[in-house]
Every structure is written in C-alpha cells, then in structure tokens.
C-alpha cells in the first residue's frame, strides 16, 4: 500500500467526499477539494492531477487498496462519486479502554435521538458499534431522556441539520398558528434549537434581512433554494443570553424584573434556575432579560405563585392575560 505522505492526504481528503451522502462530488468537486487539502497542510498552493485522482480510486477500490465499496453515478454527462455503503471509512483506528468508556457514555446519550425520523440511523450505528467494540456485557437501559416522538415537524430535524451543515440557502413553505393561509420564504439556515419540547430553526430571511425563527411543527415543505447562500454572523450563545425561549427583538433592550415568589417555590426556583442571571433575595425573584412571549408564559406557568413586581409594562401584559383567562371562565 502506497504510504506516502501527499497519498494518505488525498486518501482521507476523498474518504470524506465519498462518505457525504449530501452532496454530490463530481470528479472536479474532488480535484479542487484535494488540493485544498493538501495546499492548507504545506502552507504552499498545491495541485492535483484529474489523472491522479482517477488513480486513487482505483488504488482504493483494489484489494491492495482499502476495498473500499465507491460507486459512480451519472448526472446527464457528468458522473459523481460515492460510497454505496453508508458507514463505510478508510479511517480505522484502536481504541484503548478509556476511549471505550467515552464512547459508551456517548452513546447512551445518542440514544435520545433514536425515536427522531430521519436519526433512525443511529440504532443501527450503535447496534454496531456495541457488537464490534464489544460494549454489550450490560444491555439494560440505565439513562432516558424526556422526548415527545410524536411532535409534528420532526421528519425535517434532519433535512435541516444536513442543510445547515452544507451551508445551503432553503425554500421553506410555512403556515403560523396566526395565519390561514402559507407563505415562503427564502432562508439561510444557521441553528436548530428546542424549547419546551419544541424544535426551531433559525436562519436570515433573504426578504426581509434579518434573523428569523421558525417553529418545525409549522413548517409544511422544505426545498433546495438556487439563492447564494448568507453566511452566518451570529454568535448563538450570545443571542439567547438575554432571553427566555427563542423570540429576540435585537433592537430591544434587557429590563430589570423583580417577581415576588411564594415561600413554597424558593427552593424548586433556587434549584433549576429560569435565567442564568437569576438572583434570589428572601423571597424577591430579580432577572435582567428582555420581556417576550416565552418569558410571560413562564410566568403565568407558576400561577398565583409569582407575582410581578417591576416593570409595570409587564406586570401590564401579565394582568391583561389573566383577564382574558378569567374570561373563559
């Protein structure tokens, strides 16, 4: 087997393209990928040959090679490459006793994901990598998370991960709880979120040019968009620093709240904090964040339990909810 440094390079360079079964690499996608491997590693532009690049296939499907199981598939007059087999990589490296630890607590918690559509890949993934790796000796259960497997819009968690992931502009048909009728928009997807058992997708609106969330379980179809996509510029730990739940006014400012809290709802509030700037004194609840549905709906959530002190815009919201409730009743 070819051991040269510039072969092993342009072996896991294309092992990558071959295992993507996202995107499509034709024989220049891998060209130009190689060299910009191999020219980022020697600091030096560097070229690969179409000749050479035919060679290493060759190598790699041959006996002498890595067998490994590349299909080309034909586009009108071009052809792509792929692996036919899914989980297939030339990358294969020992793992010693620790490294199995790691990955057995990764994939009990990769498991939470089993139940998602479009992840069901994943018992299959750990089927086999707890029978090649040896990780069955316990095959009981011993961690759960809470997961709603029945939440519409799961189907496209994803579609929109591999999206987000290949940096590729969207045509998303959506239809809000507030409308009856569907739009579309063009969206360049940048993070997917959940909040109180809920998936959502955050992006920029080519229309309207800003940053948009979009609840999945509102989402109707999803479709390549031919708009260049627009890179991200938004740091998301920062985004949801202020806030509670996912709705961010950028051109609003974080307020100070004071909320009165009753005796019995100290130490549950005490212990699973509802903002990270949370601070309690005696029996008075103070948050610095910006006032937002979810923030209100949090509120009302402890019922007479809480009491909003300060800003009397909120308590103002607070009040004319609960009229409306008292309405119904």
């Not at 996912?246 to 004071?258: D, H």
């Not at 948050?287 to 402890?302: A, D, R």
């Amino acid at each position: 087997m070819a051991t040269n440094k510039n072969a092993q390079l342009r072996y896991k360079a294309l092992d990558y393209c071959f295992s993507n079964p996202y995107k499509k690499f034709f024989i220049d996608d891998l060209i130009g990928y190689c060299s910009q491997i191999l020219s980022e590693h020697y600091a030096d532009e560097t070229t690969v040959s179409r000749r050479q690049i035919l060679m290493d296939l060759d190598f790699m499907k041959s006996l002498a090679g890595y067998e490994a199981p590349i299909e080309s598939y034909k586009e009108g007059r071009k052809t792509y490459y792929r692996y036919s087999e899914k989980d297939f990589s030339i990358l294969k490296k020992p793992l010693n006793p620790s490294e199995l630890n790691t990955l057995n607590e990764a994939l009990e918690t990769l498991g939470r994901m089993n139940s998602l559509p479009g992840f069901d890949w994943i018992n299959s993934l750990q089927t086999k990598l707890r029978s090649g790796l040896n990780l069955d000796k316990e095959n009981h259960q011993i961690i759960n998370f809470e997961e709603n497997e029945f939440l519409k819009g799961l189907e496209f968690l994803n579609v929109l991960y591999q999206y987000i992931s290949q940096n590729q502009s969207l045509e998303i048909s959506y239809k809000s709880f507030k409308s009856d009728k569907e739009s579309q928009f063009t969206i360049s997807p940048y993070y997917l979120k959940q909040y109180n058992n809920r998936w959502f997708l955050f992006g920029w609106n080519h229309k309207y040019l800003n940053i948009q969330n979009l609840a999945l379980d509102r989402i109707i179809a999803v479709e390549n968009s031919e708009k260049t996509f627009i890179d991200n510029e938004i740091n998301f730990d920062e985004y949801f620093e202020d806030i509670i739940g996912v709705s961010n006014n950028l051109a609003e400012e974080t307020v100070k709240i004071t909320i009165e809290l009753s005796d019995n709802i100290i130490p549950y509030i005490a212990s699973k904090p509802v903002h990270g700037s949370q601070l309690i004194k005696e029996n008075i609840l103070f948050l610095n964040v910006k006032i937002n549905y979810e923030l209100e709906s949090l509120i009302l959530s402890y019922g007479e339990y809480m009491k909003v002190l300060e800003p009397e815009i909120l308590r103002g919201k607070i009040k004319n909810r609960i009229h409306q409730m008292n309405l119904k009743y």
